[in-house]
């Protein structure tokens, strides 16, 4: 006779399921600022209000990351690794607070022209948000992360691609340097988004392979 | 009758409390910068010597981070984390280098007239600067590393205030496109130290919670 | 009569060795891409071509930095720290990153007369690449690894001082605001790859303390 003592699915200690839940919600609240963000680019009017809702939304951010972070240094086990967890959170967060850095440089810049790379851009980080939310919950049901995690990472390629075209564009076309300034940078900043985006999936690919 | 092992408060292996020394003398060294750079913007007199100073502390910083960075790999048993020594000793390093880089933009651009917010953003970074210095030895007392964090965090928030005010109105007022670029990097530059405390405040925060 | 359990230099588990191979791999190809750059700036002839070719390294080195991460989430034991690893493959990853986007701004803003300056720091560039390639196998051999990394920072704070006296020049003596922009974001890239490699060394440095 035999004694199975570690039967498979029927774990020791239960994990704390509801950092899930925390990071469906952080997504969803990303896929949120992303919306205003690229409606704000296509339809460039109230733009202040739109503005003011990306600010609302960061701040909801703000809070949820806060929730994780405290909650990860209270708790002993952790449904996946605890510095992944921090990355994770992390990454998601500077999406959002690049977002609305994105509505901060439109204010502070009186920005009332913005490039169509603008919109192109926004768009692609609604897209990457919307991967993002489709992959978290997949972590759990050991389901194909890695998919969104390469759609993430294609779709980062494409905003390398705009945003480098737009800026030598830009440099070609744009006489008045303080102009020139201001767009630049609001394209880098948009285009940095994409970046955390990926950062964000590159987590995501880390703890689906560490627990393939 | 009954043994207890592992009674409270003697520990097996005596924890290496050095590192709060140490850490202590990096926030005092860094409060020793932080005073230098506000009294450079206050009175901007004799501004070579003040920006040569700030580099001698800046130097001083580096060797201490370098110490603990040694300590901490030759160190087995440390008194909290060992990924939160390094970052907390790496954030703390970066205000400071942040602070000579202020001084160094001055020197570099030869910026004869500085806005009027650096004044205000070196002062938020000194009291920040103080804060965490009061914040440190707390860690070890198991005192309310809590509330000077959120005073941290606080003094940031005005930062970015202050920045974005200064930064906008820098964009209505200054046409020389040239001068533009010096005064924003400027205070660019200052506002990212406030960030860089922000993230030290976080790692206090972190260790404070995981030992609460 | 007593019994040697664990004898020395008789590993219980094998240790994973290919991260060493997979490492040099890495740093080989950061020194081809660091060697065309250096001759970009010292011929700057047949610029697009050489572009093109750092841009095909880049790409190799994406692929190279993958590897490395997915081995790393597949493996459970590993030569030395994970985190570590990570850390090593993303720094030496970044170097060659922007070297790419020096490469990149050449073509965006389409510089024709890029500074001397440039030719320099890329020559710090390859002198750091081809330190780090031989600080890598040290690390197995149990090497002196310090005295490389010392070159690599000494190498740091050269750049430093070269982009610094640069930047200061330039602001003497460009007069067109958009070329400034140009030429000092060529230089802030360049300077940016050798902290790069100053973190790669970093990373050597805390592997070589943990492990004397």
New interface residues.
Partial sequence: MSWNLFPKRVPLIPKDISFFAMFAEMSNNLIAGASVLADLFADYHEVSGKIKEIRRIEHVGDDLTHSI??KL??TFITPFDR?DIHKLASSLDDVLDLINSAG?RI????ITQPPPAAAELARIILLQSQELAKAVPLLQKNGDVLLHCMEINRLENEADQVS?EA??EL?ERE?D??N???I?ELIEVLETATDKAEDAADVLE?VA??N?
């Fill in positions: 972070l405290t240094n209270q510095e901060a204010a502070m810049y009186k480098r800026i030598g440099f006489k340097p303080i020139l300034i201001k630049k880390t392979l560490k393939a």
